[in-house]
């Protein structure tokens, strides 16, 4: 039942990846909200990175057993975990390979987590991304965090 389940999820997200729907004018409002050091990194992500992280912050964002302050902070990190997609520009052959062959997905984290250092020398954020998909995550945020990833 589990591996059905996963391929199932695996099928609708490679959907999402092909067909993604985005909202425009919501990425944009959140995109305002980043670090303006980052932005320009933000907008190189493409549609399907975009609306993956827009999906994140709304689970976020409906989560009524969040306190605020904790809400706030995984939504700001959700708009900025991926951002190292802009530069490795995962294709889309990527995509389904690591669906299908289990592949790493470290080297955005790692393209991320050195942009983020490089133009915010923000340690806490850099580290942050770095180690987003590490599992089992020590890191309670991070741990938290990709929760709402996973459903994403």
Request: glycine share 2%.
């Amino acid at each position: 039942m589990i591996k059905q389940n996963r391929i199932l999820y695996r099928c609708w997200q490679f959907y999402k990846a092909l067909f993604p729907n985005l909202n425009i004018d919501l990425w944009q409002r959140e995109k305002n909200k980043a670090d303006s050091r980052l932005v320009s990194l933000l907008e190189k992500l493409g549609k399907a990175e975009k609306s993956h992280t827009l999906r994140v912050i709304e689970l976020i964002e409906k989560d009524e057993g969040l306190d605020s302050s904790l809400k706030a902070e995984l939504s700001d990190f959700a708009l900025v975990h991926d951002i190292g997609k802009a530069i490795t520009k995962p294709s889309l052959f990527f995509k389904v390979a690591k669906v299908i062959l289990k592949l790493s997905s470290d080297a955005h984290c790692i393209a991320g987590c050195r942009a983020v250092w490089h133009l915010t020398h923000n340690k806490k954020l850099a580290l942050r991304i770095l180690k987003h998909h590490v599992k089992p995550n020590p890191d309670n945020f991070l741990k938290k965090f990709q929760e709402y990833d996973d459903l994403a």
